[in-house]
């Protein structure tokens, strides 16, 4: 199930931040955490199963009612079993009423998500 962050996961949520190819370099990865801590209108979620394996931060754009994706990752051990599908799916679930978007760091894996 998708949980919201708290600053108890930073060390796991960095982590599985660090492996969106854009979130290399250590000085970004904390920035993008710092941003997830502070501004209001972005949000980190994890998905925890028995442990913690996936992410997916998202930054809502509520003039346009609309939820754009801004990193998704899974741990590579639970990779290719559905686990970011199933990320996408319940995302889409807890916000019926809004629009999905993705930018160009996501855009890929998002729109198979809405081939499923
Ligand atoms: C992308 C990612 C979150 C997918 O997680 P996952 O739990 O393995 O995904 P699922 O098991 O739900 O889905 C697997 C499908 O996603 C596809 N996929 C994996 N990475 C992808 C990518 N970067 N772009 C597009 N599709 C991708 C797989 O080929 C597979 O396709 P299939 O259903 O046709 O076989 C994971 O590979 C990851 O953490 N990658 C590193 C972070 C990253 O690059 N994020 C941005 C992705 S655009």
Known sequence: ????????????????????PNEKDLKKLQQTM???????????????????????GVLFHDDQNAIEILH????????FQG??????????EMYADKEIISNKDTASFI????LC
């Open 1 to 20: 199930m998708l949980i919201r962050y708290k600053k108890t996961f930073e060390k796991i949520a960095m982590g599985l931040l660090s492996f969106m």
């Open 34 to 56: 710092k941003d997830y801590e502070t501004e209001e209108n972005r949000q980190l979620f994890l998905w925890k199963e028995e442990d913690i394996i996936g992410l997916i």
């Open 111 to 114: 729109e198979k998500c809405d």
């Open 72 to 79: 998704v990752s899974v741990n590579p051990s639970h990779r």
């Open 83 to 92: 686990v970011g599908k199933r990320m996408v799916k319940e995302l889409k």
